[in-house]
């Protein structure tokens, strides 16, 4: 059982940035990939970004390629999120989620969540 802890969340202004931070509790967090996921009022969860078991691979959703970069640092249980240029697009619930797959691009494919924290940007 892997708990998860986001932090970092916000309100900011567009072009501002802003960084995210989850923190896991449980054994074997270098098994697991890990994603970001966002969801913003009256739309549905997506995928934001994932990155591999010992972070040698990561992947991006289109609309926050360039912008926001995902790391994790295994000895702190931990996974980060760093949002530049942020827009009023990218205000949502921040969620992370572990998956057992090698980078959790879809809901299917994780097992485990935190509670979310907000990041509203505005214009």
């Known amino acids: 059982q892997v708990q998860l802890v986001e932090s970092g969340g916000g309100l900011v202004q567009a072009g501002d940035s802003l960084s995210l931070s989850c923190v896991a509790s449980?054994?074997?967090?270098?098994?697991?990939?890990m994603g970001w996921f966002r969801q913003a009022p009256r739309k549905e969860r997506e995928f934001v970004a994932a990155?591999?078991?010992?972070?040698?691979?990561?992947y991006y959703s289109d609309p926050v390629k360039g912008r926001f970069t995902i790391s994790r640092d295994n000895a702190k249980s931990t996974v980060y999120l760093e949002m530049a240029s942020l827009k009023p697009d990218d205000t949502a619930v921040y969620y992370c989620?572990?998956?057992?797959?090698?980078?959790?691009?879809?809901?299917?494919?994780?097992?485990?969540w935190g509670q979310g924290t907000q990041v509203t940007v505005s214009s």
């Open positions: 989620a572990a998956g057992w797959s090698r980078t959790p691009n879809s809901i299917r494919e994780t097992d485990y």
């Open positions: 449980g054994p074997l967090f270098s098994r697991y990939g």
């Open positions: 990155i591999s078991w010992f972070g040698g691979a990561t």
